[in-house]
């Protein structure tokens, strides 16, 4: 049965991040350096991703807009993962216009899974200029192409493994530090390690010891990391609702960083306790 995912998904309450991205036509390999390489204006709209998977392929459905003033014919697309195999395209991009391309992948089970996610996806193909080569950055679309790797081999990905939620009732003031509390835990049938990682919001910092959890098979009980934001400016850390949190998960051959965003309903309660920490 074929299994389907958007990229922007939704983990107890906890939305993974998904940006869009520019593509930036790379140089042709070696061989054909005599041939003319046009930098193809084609831009891949990020958030109309999403994939479906059957046993053993993974289909990546992507929207690329072509802002050249050529047509783009695609021909082929390639991930550098050990135990995927390469696709072959036919897809025109005509100029000024968005067009959805399928992007379907031999999966080869377990190989595919030994080494971390790949970061790019190659594009091949022609314009009027000649022959173009696009690299897309794989860490742009969160984590679609993990989840589409694990989903063809019927296997849950690092992302997936994870339940992320924080009670509004956990959060605590003392000065410019906001405490709260990580509830986490997984549904996963093997371990899963999630450790917190800063993600970068601007005005908040994360202070205090690392927090790390190691989490046997599921059913496990859910397990609350302690995090400690510092505001280092009230005026930024207002701009966003709340914040995001960022965990490193890893399952045994795979570690994958994810961004989350935590529930709305949790908003309100991070919001007053800014205006307690920024008075």
Same mark, same amino acid.
């Given at each position: 049965?074929?299994?389907?995912?958007?990229?922007?998904?939704?983990?107890? $309450? *906890? !939305?993974?991040?998904?940006?869009?991205?520019?593509?930036?036509? =790379?140089?042709?390999? #070696?061989? @054909? +350096? %005599?041939?003319?390489?046009?930098?193809?204006?084609?831009?891949?709209?990020?958030?109309?991703?999403?994939?479906?998977?059957?046993?053993?392929?993974?289909?990546?459905?992507?929207?690329?807009?072509?802002?050249?003033?050529?047509?783009?014919?695609?021909?082929?697309?390639?991930?550098?993962?050990?135990?995927? $195999? *390469? !696709?072959?395209?036919?897809?025109?991009?005509?100029?000024?216009? =968005?067009?959805?391309? #399928?992007? @379907? +992948? %031999?999966?080869?089970?377990?190989?595919?899974?030994?080494?971390?996610?790949?970061?790019?996806?190659?594009?091949?193909?022609?314009?009027?200029?000649?022959?173009?080569?696009?690299?897309?950055?794989?860490?742009?679309?969160?984590?679609?192409?993990?989840?589409?790797?694990?989903?063809?081999?019927?296997?849950?990905?690092?992302?997936?493994?994870?339940?992320?939620?924080?009670?509004?009732?956990?959060?605590?003031? #003392?000065?410019?530090?906001?405490?709260?509390?990580?509830?986490?835990?997984?549904?996963?049938?093997?371990?899963?390690?999630?450790?917190?990682?800063?993600?970068?919001?601007?005005?908040?910092?994360?202070?205090?010891?690392?927090?790390?959890?190691?989490?046997?098979?599921?059913?496990?009980?859910?397990?609350?990391?302690?995090?400690?934001?510092?505001?280092?400016?009230?005026?930024?850390?207002?701009?966003?609702?709340?914040?995001?949190? #960022?965990?490193?998960?890893?399952?045994?051959?795979?570690?994958?960083?994810?961004?989350?965003?935590?529930?709305?309903?949790?908003?309100?309660?991070?919001?007053?306790?800014?205006?307690?920490?920024?008075?």
């Amino acid at each position: 049965m074929a299994r389907r995912r958007r990229a922007a998904l939704l983990v107890a $309450g *906890a !939305a993974v991040v998904v940006l869009g991205t520019r593509l930036v036509a =790379a140089p042709p390999p #070696a061989a @054909s +350096l %005599a041939a003319p390489v046009p930098a193809a204006d084609v831009v891949l709209l990020g958030d109309q991703a999403d994939y479906t998977t059957t046993p053993g392929q993974a289909t990546l459905r992507l929207q690329f807009r072509n802002s050249s003033s050529s047509e783009v014919l695609l021909r082929a697309a390639s991930i550098p993962q050990s135990g995927v $195999g *390469a !696709a072959t395209l036919h897809d025109a991009l005509l100029p000024g216009q =968005a067009t959805g391309v #399928a992007v @379907s +992948l %031999a999966v080869h089970c377990p190989a595919a899974l030994r080494d971390p996610p790949a970061r790019v996806l190659h594009l091949t193909g022609t314009s009027a200029g000649g022959p173009i080569r696009v690299t897309v950055d794989l860490a742009l679309l969160g984590n679609l192409w993990d989840d589409a790797r694990y989903d063809a081999c019927g296997e849950r990905s690092p992302g997936g493994a994870l339940l992320v939620a924080v009670p509004a009732e956990s959060l605590h003031v #003392a000065g410019r530090t906001i405490r709260a509390e990580l509830a986490v835990t997984t549904a996963a049938s093997q371990p899963v390690t999630a450790k917190v990682t800063d993600a970068g919001v601007a005005g908040l910092v994360l202070t205090g010891p690392v927090a790390a959890a190691h989490l046997p098979p599921a059913p496990t009980p859910t397990r609350l990391l302690p995090v400690d934001w510092t505001v280092l400016s009230c005026a930024r850390a207002a701009v966003p609702q709340w914040p995001l949190v #960022a965990l490193t998960v890893s399952v045994p051959g795979s570690t994958s960083v994810i961004t989350y965003g935590l529930d709305p309903t949790f908003g309100a309660a991070w919001r007053a306790a800014l205006r307690h920490a920024c008075r």
